[in-house]
Nanobody, 120 residues
């Protein structure tokens, strides 16, 4: 079992940047493939990107490729999502999750989410 807590969400202007964090506790976080998902109002939850156990490889959805970057610090058991050049369509609740395999395995554990609002 692993417990995930997201932080860093907030209100930002279009074109701005924001960094989200996901702190994990419980079973050693480096055991897990980690990912970010998001859910906009009235839409289904969608995959944003993932990172392998060592942090040596990342995979992104086309909608965020080149703008978002995922990293992890296994010593701090923390996952990050650096979001640059934000667009109004990036407004959503962002969730971190563990995946059963890299890069698009089934989600296993979820955080409770953090709201990101991009104003145009």
């Amino acid at each position: 079992q692993v417990h995930l807590v997201e932080s860093g969400g907030g209100l930002v202007q279009a074109g701005g940047s924001l960094r989200l964090s996901c702190a994990s506790s419980g079973r050693t976080s480096s055991y897990y493939v980690m990912a970010w998902f998001r859910q906009a109002p009235g839409k289904e939850r969608e995959f944003v990107g993932s990172i392998n156990r060592l942090g040596s490889s990342t995979y992104y959805a086309d909608s965020v490729k080149g703008r978002f970057a995922i990293s992890r610090d296994n010593a701090k058991t923390t996952l990050y999502l650096q979001m640059n050049s934000l667009l109004s369509e990036d407004t959503a609740v962002y969730y971190c999750a563990t995946l059963r395999e890299y890069p698009r395995g089934a989600p296993q554990y979820w955080g409770h989410g953090t709201q990101v609002t991009v104003s145009s």
